[in-house]
T-cell receptor, first 112, second 115 residues
Framework: DAKTTQPNSMESNEEEPVHLPCNHS???????IHWYRQLPSQGPEYVIH???SNVNNRMASLAIAEDRKSSTLILHRATLRDAAVYYC?????????????FGQGTTLQVKP | EPEVTQTPSHQVTQMGQEVILRCVPI?????FYWYRQILGQKVEFLVS????????KSEIFDDQFSVERPDGSNFTLKIRSTKLEDSAMYFC?????????????FGNGTRLTVT
């Protein structure tokens, strides 16, 4: 499984944008980039995914580098509720069972 | 919005006892998964299940573990003889498809405490 690298922790101020980086230099052409987050005492929650183009949804935006070797999850206005562990995970299209492999993720602290 | 539900939210059992953790995946999903997370550690893959059989399992998923889809809605994880080290959060997940663009949806977990 292709690996991702994320900073262990980041801090943000409430109501400011947050850019969470992820490196995935060994990504294959058919791997999708998924982001999940885990709030305290909850299960992982799907945030967003993309293949090549930037993506927006109600929760966040995903910016994917042209060479696909890195991506950035963007929270446009952080709230205290966004304090969580954020996981960047590659999901292969074929030849496997679709499982996700979680790393340590980035622990985001949001300061009021 | 449809969600994955897990019961119970907390299960306490004695070492050596059998436990069954229950999950109701999202109704039109075909692929099912169990994960566990020991306190303070990573979320770890246990097993994936499709078409009434295990499609992949990790090294953690030894003979003490089994999974079943007993009817059209439930998906269960059984631990036959629990050990202290089985204490963890157990998460069920489901996915509509294996397409790379199909996300996994997770339940909020069962906290298993083995005493």
């Amino acid at each position: 499984d292709a690996k991702t690298t994320q900073p262990n922790s980041m801090e943000s101020n409430e109501e400011e944008p947050v850019h969470l980086p992820c490196n995935h230099s060994t990504i294959s052409g058919t791997d999708y980039i998924h982001w999940y987050r885990q709030l305290p005492s909850q299960g992982p929650e799907y945030v967003i995914h993309g293949l090549t183009s930037n993506v927006n949804n109600r929760m966040a935006s995903l910016a994917i580098a042209e060479d696909r070797k890195s991506s950035t999850l963007i929270l446009h206005r952080a709230t205290l509720r966004d304090a969580a562990v954020y996981y960047c995970i590659l999901r292969a299209v074929s030849g496997n069972t679709g499982k996700l492999i979680f790393g340590q993720g980035t622990t985001l602290q949001v300061k009021p | 919005e449809p969600e994955v539900t897990q019961t119970p939210s907390h299960q306490v059992t004695q070492m050596g006892q059998e436990v069954i953790l229950r999950c109701v995946p999202i109704s039109n999903h075909l692929y099912f998964y169990w994960y566990r997370q020991i306190l303070g550690q990573k979320v770890e893959f246990l097993v994936s299940f499709y078409n009434n059989e295990i499609s992949e399992k990790s090294e953690i998923f030894d003979d003490q573990f089994s999974v079943e889809r007993p009817d059209g809605s439930n998906f269960t994880l059984k631990i036959r003889s629990t050990k202290l080290e089985d204490s963890a959060m157990y998460f069920c997940a489901s996915s509509e498809a294996l397409r790379g663009g199909s996300p996994l949806h997770f339940g909020n977990g069962t906290r298993l405490t083995v005493t």
